[in-house]
Each structure stands twice: as structure tokens, then as C-alpha cells.
């Protein structure tokens, strides 16, 4: 085996420790109170190694998000869209349900879940709004953060709930509501 090999495979385990570290602490307390010291102790492994690939449990997080966004994308890519249905992303949510965790669950980061969402949420009301005609900015960017909330706060009641509902329940009302509360909105112009 290649000295290449070894390295990248002990690098994956390595941050498979400190993640599975990670999510057990989150489990107990949000980000803002978990040390690296804690991460260390739980990944067992020494602060050199954590600094070795990230900065703090900020950092981590960070790449958590960037990881998920890169998840998303990849299945995009694969299904040749350029947005998922809401579908495809509650099936998405349920494969990768811990690190979905880190955002959605308990002592999940919810403005970092609002943020992953919103880069996905413009194409959505453009299709919606293409068939309606231009809207003052003012209530397109107070629709967009509408529906950003309302995914979150949906997403997140589904992880509270420890992912109970089947991802075709929880996609057909968050469909509904969707369409039915934008265009609802817009019809009373």
C-alpha cells in the first residue's frame, strides 16, 4: 500500500473521529459552548491534530455547511436540475441526517440552515413569480425571507420530531403551503 494511501485513509478517520465528536456534543450543547478540548478528548485525539484541520469548532462547523451545500449541488449534478424539488431535498435531509443535525437539530445552527436554504430558495420564487409578472423588491425580498423561515422552521420541526414524517409528507405541505401562501399573497395585489 502507498505511503499516499495510508495518509489520506488515516486523514479521513481523523476527521471522521472529530466530526462523530462533534455531533456528540452538540447532542448536549450548542456550538458556542463546545471547546476543542472536548472535541479532542471525545475524537481521541490532541489538539495539534484538531489545529492540524480546523481552526476552532467554528471552522468546523463551517466546513460542515460547505460539505452539505457540496451534497446538494453534487445531487443537482446527478439528477441534471438546477434546483431540487422539495422532494429531493427532504429525501436529501434524511440521507445525511447527521450532519443535517449540526443545523437543524436541538443545538442546530438555524442561521446557518437559513443561509444553505436561501441559496436555493431564489430560483424557486423566480420560477414562481416569472408567472405573475415583476413585483416591487421590497415584496419579492420579504417573500424570499418568507420562505426561507418557512423552510427552516420546517425542516427544523421535522428534526425535532426525529425525522418521523415520511420526505413525501413533509415535501407536499411545504408545497402547498409555498404555493399556495406566494400566490396567495400575489393574487390580493
Known sequence: MSERIKIDRRVRYTKKAIRESFFALLEQKPVEKISVTEICRGADINRGTFYSHYTDPFDLRRSLADELVQAIEDRMHELGVTRLSSIETFKLIRENRELCRVFAGENGDRDALGKIISTHTDAYLN???????????????????????????????????????????????????????????????
Request: charged letters at 25%.
Open 127 to 189: 420560477e414562481v413569480l416569472s408567472k405573475v409578472g415583476n413585483l416591487p423588491q421590497t415584496q419579492t425580498d420579504c417573500l424570499r425571507m418568507l420562505l426561507i423561515s418557512s423552510i427552516t422552521t420546517i425542516v427544523k420541526h421535522w428534526f425535532d420530531t426525529d425525522l418521523e414524517a415520511e420526505p413525501e409528507e413533509v415535501s407536499m405541505i411545504l408545497d402547498k403551503y409555498c404555493s399556495r401562501g406566494i400566490l396567495g399573497f400575489i393574487e390580493d395585489d
